[in-house]
């Protein structure tokens, strides 16, 4: 699919933009390109000699054109003659903008010899490598420059490094194209705060200027309620900015669903016109209640003798007092931390009373302790370093994830996982073959110790080939030495990359035994250990892992490839989990990749997810009616009021968590309306009603599935409210790309 270049580069946080004049004309596609591998830096050159060299479409990845399991360094040269008639294009020809979508995995960019961008660290980078594979590659050239070779030929020339995967190009059409001024002058939602105290939000929107000009001009804004179609105010003001920098203004509309501020830009001296829209984020999940509250699973396995840590989430005002009952022997509770922990040598069910009280009152719950061959008889919820991170993980940004999973009360709703993905190995194996951490790990076993003291448990990373998707250390031939030495850090949690495994060890027409091999070896290597490592396949959903994961040792796999955060990819994913879904059970769960909410960033610098509100809702209630695990990806340091809102909705995470563990089914689709529901363990069926039309609109739910029968009780899950009994009219309301979650039925 072509996107839009300007919405595919403009749109944040529930913001689009797309400006007047330049979009439909003057851009100039880029499709072909040629391609060498190999590395010489005399190929940046204008006039070096490509006229060998093969050529190849610039919207599929090179190992599909030619150069089948190519890892390492190669150039594309991109031969271009850009009209002066482009100029015309515009009303201010000052800025050429090259958009070369995304290069697996980095890249370094020149045109007609001289650097103008890069992305990533290749190999020889003192910073050591990081791929950017799934970055939007956006690189301006000052027209005043001198660069540009207008009606003739230039090079665009890309020096590139694959580390692993597909190798380059493999998105949507590089363009080049006359940037417009007011393409530089958009809300930036990273800079934005938001005051969601009672009826009406209160934003203070950062506008930023990124170019180097001054921006000055006219900024009309109307908000919109999406929901009734009508404007509810009008504003205008002038607005002067200097060169990169910004200005904050501030703007307040009802907080509820479908209200955008559209606003229009109109700069002075050029005349152009620029419009964005911001779609306010609004919280759905109620205030936490001051009474007290147990959260969290109700049902907790283990292997007979492994340590035990559970941290017990509870919510209500402090002073809070914990406690636990019935303890099996082997297991303590810390009241002052609220962590049970310890061991159980007989296998068995154990029910555990956990209590929390304060001065309004006493919480009990049981926790059902299973001692047997199975664990994640929940999905694992937690975070893992990659969507925020990338390979630049390390020791000090996991300990502070750690401090503020449990200081922002996640860790009180359930969130317990800290997981390091690729980025922690050593250059080299010890001399006796061990592998060891590099220098952003000083002591793995010290911090895995500090989770554990907080009753959070701790994952790791690695790949069965020899190599990780970041080409550090894999566990090929090591399976067994590598699972001792997680152990002896204390891992609770191993995320198994096949990355390398896949050039190097797989066949090229493998059967499911041959996919089997490497997860079965290492299963085997974590059976072993005489503590619980969950495993977590990671071979994003080859020869349908749902039938035999379980068999070799899983507790989930992935069953795509990566996640971004963009809108086409989530809805993509969650297309594709219907095969999958009713694989899914207690101790075997299908993982349709990490959790996009909050800020992320892979490695590169952070920025607010790029999917909007309601994009954010649906994410979750889908996540949690597949019983998908909820890996956080963002920076948990920097959690806006929005995403923690997001993260500890009770209701909505006791769908995810229910004990009976079957995955939602589509139970219904039509004009672009889906349902989908679950079964829960008190009876209850839990139904998302998601609107994937892109208006505000109603549908009459009644009658659609059977469970949806007129009379039967509903629950509007996310606003925690009972709704009337549902009648034959009832009409879900639901806003563009979101949904309606309910609970179906009276229940046990
Ligand atoms: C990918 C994997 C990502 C991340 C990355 C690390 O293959 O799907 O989730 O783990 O490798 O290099």
Same mark, same amino acid.
């Given at each position: 699919?072509?996107?839009?270049?300007?919405?595919?580069?403009?749109?944040?946080?529930?913001?689009?933009?797309?400006?007047?004049?330049?979009?439909?004309?003057?851009?100039?596609?880029?499709?072909?390109?040629?391609?060498?591998?190999?590395?010489?830096?005399?190929?940046?050159?204008?006039?070096?000699?490509?006229?060998?060299?093969?050529?190849?479409?610039?919207?599929?990845?090179f190992?599909?054109?030619?150069?089948?399991?190519?890892?390492?360094?190669?150039?594309?040269?991109?031969?271009?003659?850009?009209?002066?008639?482009?100029?015309?294009?515009?009303?201010?020809?000052?800025?050429?903008?090259?958009?070369?979508?995304?290069?697996?995995?980095?890249?370094?960019?020149?045109?007609?010899?001289?650097?103008?961008?890069?992305?990533?660290?290749?190999?020889?980078?003192?910073?050591?490598?990081?791929?950017?594979?799934n970055?939007?590659?956006?690189?301006?050239?000052?027209?005043?420059?001198?660069?540009?070779?207008?009606d003739?030929?230039?090079?665009?020339?890309?020096?590139?490094?694959d580390?692993?995967?597909?190798?380059?190009?493999?998105?949507?059409?590089?363009t080049?194209?006359?940037?417009?001024?007011?393409?530089?002058?958009?809300?930036?939602?990273?800079?934005?705060?938001?005051?969601?105290?009672?009826?009406?939000?209160?934003?203070s929107?950062?506008?930023?200027?990124?170019?180097?000009?001054?921006?000055?001009?006219?900024?009309?804004?109307?908000?919109?309620?999406?929901?009734?179609?009508?404007?509810?105010?009008?504003?205008?003001?002038?607005?002067?900015?200097?060169?990169?920098?910004?200005?904050?203004?501030?703007?307040?509309?009802?907080?509820?669903?479908?209200?955008?501020?559209?606003?229009?830009?109109?700069?002075?001296?050029?005349? !152009?016109?620029g %419009? +964005?829209? /911001?779609? #306010?984020?609004?919280?759905?999940? &109620? *205030?936490?209640? $001051?009474?007290?509250?147990?959260?969290g699973?109700?049902?907790?396995?283990?292997?007979?003798?492994?340590?035990?840590?559970?941290?017990?989430? !509870?919510?209500? %005002? +402090?002073? /809070?007092? #914990?406690?636990?009952?019935d303890? &099996? *022997?082997g297991? $303590?509770f810390?009241?002052?931390?609220?962590?049970?922990?310890?061991?159980?040598?007989?296998?068995?069910?154990y029910?555990?009373?956990?209590? !929390?009280?304060?001065?309004?009152?006493?919480?009990?719950?049981?926790?059902?302790?299973?001692?047997?061959?199975?664990?994640?008889?929940?999905?694992?919820?937690?975070?893992?370093?990659?969507?925020?991170?990338?390979?630049a993980?390390?020791?000090?940004?996991?300990?502070?994830?750690?401090?503020?999973?449990?200081?922002?009360?996640?860790?009180?709703?359930?969130?317990?996982?800290?997981?390091?993905?690729?980025?922690?190995e050593?250059?080299?194996?010890?001399?006796?073959?061990?592998?060891?951490?590099?220098?952003?790990?000083?002591?793995?076993?010290?911090?895995?110790?500090?989770?554990?003291?907080?009753?959070?448990?701790?994952?790791?990373?690695?790949?069965?080939?020899?190599?990780?998707?970041?080409?550090?250390?894999?566990?090929?031939?090591?399976?067994?030495?590598?699972?001792?030495?997680?152990?002896?850090?204390?891992?609770?949690y191993?995320?198994?990359?096949?990355?390398?495994?896949?050039?190097?060890?797989?066949?090229?027409?493998?059967?499911?035994?041959?996919?089997?091999?490497?997860?079965?070896?290492?299963?085997?290597?974590?059976?072993?250990?005489?503590?619980?490592?969950?495993?977590?396949l990671?071979?994003?959903?080859?020869?349908?892992?749902?039938?035999?994961?379980?068999?070799?040792?899983?507790?989930?796999?992935?069953?795509?490839?990566?996640?971004?955060?963009?809108?086409?990819?989530?809805?993509e994913?969650?297309?594709?989990q219907?095969?999958?879904?009713?694989?899914a059970?207690?101790?075997?769960?299908n993982?349709?990749?990490?959790?996009?909410?909050?800020?992320?960033?892979?490695?590169?610098?952070?920025?607010?997810?790029?999917?909007?509100?309601?994009?954010?809702?649906?994410?979750?209630?889908?996540?949690?009616?597949?019983?998908?695990?909820?890996?956080?990806?963002?920076?948990?340091?920097?959690?806006d009021?929005?995403?923690?809102?997001?993260?500890?909705?009770?209701?909505?995470?006791?769908?995810?968590?229910?004990?009976?563990?079957?995955?939602?089914?589509?139970?219904?689709?039509?004009?672009?309306?889906?349902?989908?529901?679950?079964?829960?363990?008190?009876?209850r069926?839990?139904?998302?009603?998601?609107?994937?039309?892109?208006?505000?609109?109603?549908?009459?739910?009644?009658g659609?599935?059977?469970?949806?029968?007129?009379?039967?009780?509903?629950?509007?899950?996310?606003?925690?409210?009972?709704?009337?009994?549902?009648?034959?009219?009832?009409?879900?309301?639901?806003?563009?790309?979101?949904?309606?979650?309910?609970?179906?039925?009276?229940?046990?």
């Open positions: 699919m072509r996107r839009s270049l300007v919405a595919a580069l403009l749109a944040g946080l529930g913001v689009s933009t797309s400006v007047a004049s330049a979009a439909s004309t003057g851009v100039i596609e880029l499709p072909r390109a040629k391609f060498a591998t190999g590395d010489d830096m005399a190929r940046a050159r204008a006039d070096f000699d490509d006229s060998k060299w093969a050529e190849l479409s610039t919207t599929l990845n190992e599909k054109q030619g150069f089948e399991d190519y890892d390492g360094y190669a150039w594309y040269r991109i031969h271009v003659r850009i009209p002066s008639s482009l100029k015309s294009s515009v009303k201010w020809a000052e800025r050429l903008r090259i958009y070369l979508s995304s290069i697996d995995d980095v890249d370094e960019t020149f045109l007609n010899g001289v650097k103008i961008g890069a992305m990533g660290q290749m190999p020889g980078d003192p910073r050591g490598y990081a791929t950017r594979w970055g939007l590659r956006e690189y301006d050239v000052g027209v005043s420059s001198g660069l540009v070779r207008w003739e030929d230039n090079v665009i020339a890309i020096r590139l490094y580390g692993s995967g597909g190798g380059g190009f493999y998105r949507d059409m590089p080049l194209r006359l940037a417009e001024i007011v393409e530089g002058f958009k809300p930036d939602t990273g800079k934005t705060r938001y005051d969601y105290a009672g009826p009406i939000v209160k934003a929107v950062h506008w930023a200027n990124s170019f180097p000009v001054a921006m000055q001009g006219r900024l009309d804004q109307e908000v919109f309620d999406a929901d009734s179609g009508k404007v509810l105010s009008r504003g205008s003001r002038g607005v002067a900015v200097a060169p990169n920098s910004g200005i904050d203004l501030p703007v307040q509309a009802p907080q509820r669903a479908g209200i955008e501020v559209r606003y229009t830009f109109t700069e002075a001296k050029t005349g !152009a016109v %419009r +964005s829209v /911001l779609n #306010l984020p609004y919280l759905l999940t &109620p *205030a936490e209640s $001051a009474r007290p509250r147990i959260n699973a109700t049902v907790l396995g283990a292997r007979p003798g492994s340590p035990i840590y559970y941290r017990l989430p !509870a919510t209500g %005002r +402090s002073p /809070l007092k #914990l406690g636990a009952r303890l &099996p *022997a297991l $303590a810390d009241p002052a931390q609220g962590v049970i922990s310890g061991r159980v040598a007989m296998a068995g069910e029910r555990i009373t956990l209590t !929390a009280s304060n001065a309004l009152g006493e919480a009990q719950r049981v926790l059902t302790l299973i001692v047997g061959d199975m664990l994640a008889l929940t999905p694992p919820m937690g975070w893992n370093s990659w969507n925020v991170y990338g390979l993980v390390d020791a000090a940004k996991v300990r502070a994830v750690a401090d503020a999973m449990v200081s922002t009360g996640l860790a009180a709703h359930g969130w317990t996982y800290v997981n390091i993905d690729d980025g922690w050593s250059a080299q194996r010890n001399a006796d073959g061990s592998i060891g951490t590099n220098s952003k790990f000083p002591d793995m076993k010290a911090l895995s110790d500090d989770l554990h003291a907080k009753g959070l448990r701790f994952g790791i990373y690695s790949s069965p080939g020899p190599l990780t998707c970041g080409r550090f250390l894999g566990s090929l031939g090591h399976e067994r030495q590598d699972a001792d030495t997680w152990a002896s850090w204390g891992v609770d191993l995320k198994y990359d096949l990355c390398s495994y896949e050039t190097t060890n797989l066949p090229k027409n493998p059967s499911v035994a041959d996919h089997r091999k490497p997860y079965e070896i290492m299963g085997k290597a974590l059976a072993a250990q005489s503590r619980d490592i969950v495993f977590s990671c071979q994003y959903g080859s020869a349908d892992v749902w039938n035999w994961g379980r068999e070799v040792g899983g507790s989930l796999w992935r069953t795509t490839g990566d996640i971004e955060d963009s809108w086409r990819l989530v809805r994913i969650m297309e594709a219907v095969k999958s879904a009713p694989f059970g207690p101790g075997r769960w993982d349709p990749d990490m959790l996009v909410v909050g800020e992320v960033g892979w490695g590169g610098e952070l920025h607010p997810t790029r999917i909007t509100p309601d994009e954010q809702y649906t994410h979750i209630s889908y996540w949690s009616l597949l019983a998908a695990p909820l890996l956080l990806g963002n920076d948990l340091t920097r959690l009021a929005f995403t923690r809102n997001l993260l500890v909705n009770d209701e909505v995470m006791a769908v995810n968590q229910d004990p009976l563990g079957r995955a939602a089914r589509k139970a219904w689709s039509g004009d672009g309306w889906e349902i989908w529901e679950r079964e829960l363990a008190d009876g069926k839990a139904v998302g009603v998601f609107n994937f039309g892109e208006a505000f609109r109603s549908l009459k739910i009644a659609r599935v059977p469970e949806l029968t007129a009379g039967v009780a509903l629950r509007d899950l996310w606003r925690q409210k009972d709704l009337a009994a549902l009648s034959e009219g009832f009409e879900a309301r639901v806003p563009a790309h979101g949904v309606l979650l309910l609970a179906v039925g009276k229940g046990r």
